[in-house]
């Protein structure tokens, strides 16, 4: 959003750098550069695409928009008809695709990419905890539900407030309130809501106390600890491949 004149030249220079790279790659491994059998074919498709979309963006679209500037020229002058309306919006769709040169600047830089890849091997555990989540979540919705929402802590004839069993009317209702309350995003309604039934029954407070600490801090511990184990635990599988591969270079030179 900030407005400079050098953000065109800048981009220019980075594209022509990433075009060489790619031309220098392709001038070295051939066709195996995009073969299934290479190892990186992941990464080298990912690479390809970003280059050839860059190109198209920044090369490939002016020169489209001049060629559709003269043909609305020569269709005013000669009455002609020519629709390229379909073709630019397809052409400015391509633009989208510029997003895409940050995955190349977090392979360039190596620190960022080793983050990078440990994150992705935590999914699988962040997996885990959010279904451990929600069945917590799950068990006392149905709790609370039932408990708060239906009345049956309550006597019959106490008088409360409507307004306490609103966030609790349901089982979806009750898991979305205690998941507001366990990331301490409630809203004012429900916050009230939850202050009034405390004072119609300050037992529950050791409930919600048990539900915070079996919820948020006990759920945030074990996502903490199973990202930081699996980060750890992936870089230096890294560390140890990168060892292994300049062991191997220094072996063949």
Do not use: C
């Not at 953000?7 to 031309?23: N, P």
């Not at 060629?67 to 629709?83: E, F, G, M, P, Y």
């Not at 091997?121 to 539900?145: D, R």
């Not at 089982?171 to 119609?200: C, N, Q, W, Y």
């Amino acid at each position: 959003d900030i407005e400079w004149e050098g953000w065109f030249y800048l981009e220019q220079a980075l594209l022509i750098v990433y075009v060489f790279e790619l031309v220098v790659l392709l001038k070295r491994f051939g066709t195996y550069f995009l073969s299934i059998h290479n190892q990186d074919i992941a990464w080298n498709i990912l690479d390809f695409t970003i280059v050839v979309s860059s190109m198209l963006d920044s090369w490939l679209i002016p020169l489209m928009d001049l060629a559709v500037k003269a043909a609305q020229i020569r269709k005013h002058s000669d009455k002609t008809s020519l629709d390229l309306g379909p073709v630019m919006v397809l052409m400015r769709l391509v633009r989208l695709l510029r997003i895409l040169r940050l995955v190349k600047l977090v392979k360039a830089v190596r620190p960022l990419f080793l983050l990078v890849v440990a994150v992705i091997a935590a999914v699988q555990g962040v997996i885990w905890v959010l279904v451990l989540t929600v069945v917590v979540l799950y068990a006392m919705g149905i709790v609370a539900a039932r408990l708060i929402g239906h009345g049956m802590i309550f006597p019959s004839d106490s008088g409360i407030p409507d307004e306490i069993f609103d966030p609790f009317r349901s089982v979806p209702d009750s898991m979305f309130t205690l998941f507001r309350v366990m990331s301490g995003a409630e809203s004012e309604s429900e916050a009230h809501a939850i202050d009034l039934l405390m004072k119609e029954m300050p037992s529950v407070k050791f409930a919600f106390v048990f539900f915070m600490i079996t919820s948020s801090w006990t759920l945030l511990s074990i996502l903490t600890a199973v990202v930081s184990e699996n980060m750890i635990s992936t870089a230096q599988q890294q560390q140890d491949e990168l060892k292994q591969q300049q062991a191997e270079e220094d072996t063949h030179a």
